[in-house]
């Protein structure tokens, strides 16, 4: 049956529908689960491969350039993982292109929308990772307000946090103590944070990044996490080195 003639049968169906009784009442409902894998690759629909073929083009010319290599498989998970150690980290890597030494990088879970699989990672694997228009800005917190973010952080069950912090939260994910480069938090000081710009305007359950102040917060499309996350896989190929992270008790339950 053409395209055409669907249509019309769909338009005579949908004006016959429209113009009977209003009397109808939904009964049921059933749902079921439609596994697209390979399966689907055994018969290919030869004509739809001609018309995707030169938009596959453009596509993998794209998505396809190797940025560089990464250890093992990483996933991000709560409290801790692999990934969101990494992303945090590259937070903080990249602060020395703005001329920051920010001492704290937060990432949040849910903007890590895939893994990483070990070997190859394209510019399409990093954007699968971080397909979001976030950008790195940096902000100061005062010690009171680190605490405050540690325990907000711990109301999630953990995020990304960079090397060098120590949270440790309960089971029912209280903040039992928290230390940042081996010392304890204090009240009175200042620290430099870096982050991404929706989390500085109190999403995802941390409004304390809120109420940071002298806020650089760069809008330049470079400055997006994605480019930030090529740029770090990029700087590692260039000396030969192959991206590694894994979890080590930056946040732990008790």
Sequence with gaps: MSIRRVFYVSFASLMLFSCAPKNYQLSHIERTRIIVDDRYDQNPDEAAIKFIEPFKRVNDSIMGPVVGMVAHNMHADRPESDLSNLLADILVWAAKDYGEQPVLGIYNMGGIRADLTKGKVTYGDVLDVAPFENKICFITLTGEKMLKLFQQIAKRGGEGVSHGVELV??????????????????????????????????????????????????????????????????????????????????????
Excluded: W
């Excluded at 903040?175 to 109190?202: F, M, Q, W």
């Excluded at 917060?217 to 770090?232: E, G, Q, V």
């Design 169 to 254: 939260i309960s089971k029912d994910e209280k903040l039992i103590s928290c230390r940042l480069h081996g010392k304890e938090i204090d009240p009175k000081a200042e620290y430099r944070v870096a982050t991404i710009n929706y989390l500085i305007e109190g999403n995802d359950g941390m409004p304390a990044l809120k109420e940071g102040t002298n806020i650089i917060a760069p809008n330049d499309k470079s400055n997006n996490t994605r480019f930030l996350i090529m740029n770090y896989f990029k700087d590692h190929q260039a000396r030969g080195l192959v991206v590694d992270s894994n979890v080590e008790g930056r946040i732990k339950i008790q």
